[in-house]
């Protein structure tokens, strides 16, 4: 089995190649047309569907674990969406409008040998402290193997997404703060400050405390400290994400981003994700 220094890259370009597997479902219309059907506003579906495997929740357990979307957008989402859907009829929703977008996308790939190795890296995820991926992984799986690969991808998604967020609070980084410093560390900051609702105002502030801190040159630049920083809470997000990768090893982990090479190509080629977050993926996986 490889050492954790060695896992650590395959790692993270394995991840990466999931997330772009998983984001799709994000951003392709046909899933956003499913939401729309069921009643449900565009943009403020995002946090009924991605809760959805919680329950019918309140604003407050959405917040807490998504962690850097302004408070506002829970609350005009939840618990609004439940009197127009049920929990697990919006999962259904949002996994038949997938498996329509997939289709279009990526077609009927090949997929068994990487969902092969992708459950074998869900079966070594573990529950304690991972409340959205623990709700994921309660669900069943959907039983065809593109779409089981989508939901491998998401399980992996949120067990690294809580994970982060631990890292984020015991390194005293508050949502906004965790918005400014991740655009500027990942080049999305016009994505991000779009996305997440935070008023001007928010940012600002976000940013004269990061400034305070010693980690901003100005809105647009990290100082060394900072930047090793924020590289030190994505060393600690990989570290903890580490287990399930472990049970498959460096080579199965780089063997799984040449098997997801053509369904990722495909995907970021489609035009359909932001041109930052495309940007920001392939970086880490061809690297």
Partial sequence: MSSDV???????????????????????????EEYVALGLHPRLSY???RAAAL?????????????????????????????SVTPMRLIQARRDGVAKALLRVVGI??????????????????????????????LPWPGT?????????????????DG??????????????????DGIWSGRSAFLHQTR?????????????????????????LTDEGRAAREEME????????EGWRRVGREDAERLVVLLSPVCAAVLDSGLLPAGLDDSLRRIIDS
Avoid: M
């Avoid at 896992?7 to 370009?13: E, F, H, Q, T, W």
């Avoid at 998983?22 to 956003?32: D, K, N, R």
């Avoid at 060393?235 to 580490?242: G, H, V």
């Fill in 6 to 32: 060695e896992l650590i890259p395959a790692a993270r370009r394995a991840w990466a190649s999931l997330e772009v597997l998983h984001v799709l479902g994000y951003f392709a219309p046909e899933v956003t």
């Fill in 47 to 49: 946090f009924a569907t």
């Fill in 55 to 83: 329950g019918p929740v309140g604003p407050e357990l959405s917040e807490a674990t998504f962690y850097v979307f302004a408070p506002w957008l829970h609350r005009k989402a939840l618990p609004a969406a439940w009197a």
């Fill in 109 to 138: 790939p090949d997929v068994a040998a990487a969902l092969q190795i992708v459950r074998r890296v869900t079966e070594g995820l573990t529950l304690p402290g991972r409340a959205l991926y623990a709700a994921h992984a309660a």
């Fill in 145 to 161: 193997e593109l779409l089981d690969l989508w939901h491998a991808a998401t399980l992996v998604r949120e067990h690294r997404g």
């Fill in 164 to 181: 982060h967020v631990a890292v984020l609070t015991a390194a005293g980084i508050d949502p906004v703060e965790a918005t400014v410093l």
């Fill in 197 to 221: 609702g935070w008023t001007e105002d928010d940012l600002t502030a976000a940013v004269d405390r990061l400034t305070d801190r010693g980690w901003l040159v100005d809105t647009t630049t």
């Fill in 235 to 242: 060393s600690r997000t990989e570290i903890a994400a580490l």
